[in-house]
């Protein structure tokens, strides 16, 4: 075929059902601006070694241009003959310039160097724009959060193992959902430095080329700080994939906590959260539903994102250096990553922005099932009652409250007191949702002044990012 890259060696042309099963256009030509700007530069370096004359250089820049432009208009497609996405630009930069000029440019580079690199640029793009969109979430679950801590702060439940524990502000859990998020963007800043430096053009198919090029200049010119120090490793590795994939993973499966969230929330027996019409969805058959299918593929996308982070991992698990074919592997996954995160987080952070949370239902359930016990356990600590006999006490009140079927604050001063004489009235203090959140004044804690400042923190922590 036309795009074959080899073929001196064979007799015959491969056979179709290898064709069909080696081609990759149809999922690697998404990289051909990539490869146009790896070929520029690779044609400087091939010029600056006295390799390629300068009408030559000035006619391959103009061809790649022309293909570069045609690609920007649409207008350039692969043909079914073509292997790869490299294969399909040398053959349309050879209709373009002519074989003769064409035909100078792979000199000292490999489809490997080159397939290596380029990957890693395309995901440098996508780690900036994934990072974009991560930090909208944050900013947007910060003024969510920031809306619901005025004069009078919201309160809700706070959980663990699902039951009831301590009341909290909505806008502390809130902010629980944003730390992770912005690990997750110094994750994918961290990453980037990590690639940065280490640009695999000029590996030739593993050994290293002899042209006397300056992988440095090309580095440069393609946004990298250097070029890779082993040509081995430059061609082999896919840790830099596997790595970008644990980061979009995790990036998933931290809105898939919060999904999940929103997905009971928004149930008749929560009852924490409408959400907004355009951001919900019916059911064909039953007119009262409105479902939070937002939230619910936010919850499957990062199955999904896992899957291929697992799957990457497992091509890569044993595989001898250096290049194996099997590396063409790496790429349906991790783009099927970038391309699962830009579509999902726009959504997932459009539906945040516009949840409308019941303040009052909120407030109500938030002093339920004795999530007020902790407090009285700690107000006796501050009356110099040993913990343990403090929990003790604490837990009495509990079980006390069970038997009459009321809540801690509906216990009686003589119920108190026959409990333990060290339960006087003035537990009361401690025994109403305010009087408990802003108890927990330490750093991090649910105090409204302490939440003020965290919110304050996460600001400036994003804003530098
Ligand atoms: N398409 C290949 C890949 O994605 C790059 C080409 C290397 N092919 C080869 N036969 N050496 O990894």
């Known amino acids: 075929g036309a795009g074959k890259l080899w073929g001196g060696r064979f007799a015959g042309g491969p056979a179709p059902a290898l064709e069909a099963l080696s081609r990759s256009t149809h999922f690697d030509w998404r990289l051909t601006p990539y490869d146009l700007a790896g070929s520029r530069a690779h044609a400087g370096a091939l010029h600056r070694a006295g390799l390629l004359a300068d009408d030559d250089h000035a006619e391959l820049l103009r061809g790649l241009d022309v293909l570069a432009q045609r690609y920007a208009a649409g207008e350039l497609q692969p043909d079914p003959d073509d292997e790869d996405v490299h294969g399909a630009l040398e053959r349309l930069l050879l209709e373009e310039v002519g074989p003769e000029v064409g035909g100078r440019l792979r000199a000292g580079r490999s489809r490997n160097d080159q397939i290596a690199t380029l990957l890693k640029v395309y995901l440098r793009d996508h780690a900036r724009a994934v990072a974009a969109l991560v930090l909208d979430l944050v900013d947007t679950l910060a003024v969510q959060a920031r809306e619901h ?101 995790q990036v998933g499966v931290d809105v898939s906590r919060l999904a999940e969230e929103v997905v009971l929330w928004a149930t008749k027996e929560f009852g924490f959260v409408v959400l907004h019409d355009a951001w919900s969805t019916g059911s064909s058959i039953m007119p009262q539903k409105k479902n939070p299918d937002v939230a619910e593929l ?16 497992t091509t890569l698990k044993a595989l001898p250096l250096a290049y194996n074919r099997d590396l063409q592997e790496d790429k349906e996954p991790v783009f099927d990553s970038v391309d699962t995160l830009e579509v999902l987080l726009p959504a997932f952070t459009g539906m945040v922005a516009t949840l ?80 408990s959140v802003a108890s927990r004044d330490g750093r991090g804690g649910t105090a409204p002044a302490r939440v003020r400042e965290q919110l304050d923190e996460l600001g400036e922590r994003s804003g530098a990012l």
Not at 298 to 313: D, I, P, T
Not at 406 to 420: G, K, M, P, R
């Open 149 to 249: 801590l005025g004069d009078r702060p919201t309160v809700m439940p706070g959980r663990t193992h699902l039951q009831h524990a301590q009341p909290v502000l909505l806008a502390h859990h809130l902010a629980a959902h944003a730390w992770p998020l912005l690990r997750d963007v110094d994750r994918l800043l961290d990453w980037d430095a990590r690639v940065a430096g280490d640009s695999p053009y000029g590996s030739g198919a593993l050994a290293g080329q002899s042209l006397g090029l300056d992988p440095t200049a090309v580095a440069d010119e393609l946004g990298f700080t250097g070029s890779s120090a082993n040509s081995i490793d430059g061609t082999a590795a896919r840790d830099f994939v596997a790595e970008f994939a644990y980061v979009a993973a």
């Open 356 to 435: 409308e949370f019941d303040r009052e239902r909120l407030a109500s359930l938030a002093p339920q099932g004795f999530s007020l016990a902790t407090d009285v356990a700690e107000w006796l600590v501050r009356e110099d009652v040993p913990f343990r006999v403090a929990h003790e006490v604490a837990g009495a009140c509990v079980r006390r409250c069970e038997e009459l079927g009321v809540e801690l604050h509906e216990l009686t001063d003589e119920q108190l007191a026959a409990i333990s004489p060290a339960l006087t009235p003035a537990v009361r203090d401690v025994l109403t949702v305010e009087g």
């Open 298 to 313: 936010a919850r499957g996308k990062a199955g999904r994102l896992v899957g291929n982070l697992a799957g990457l991992l």
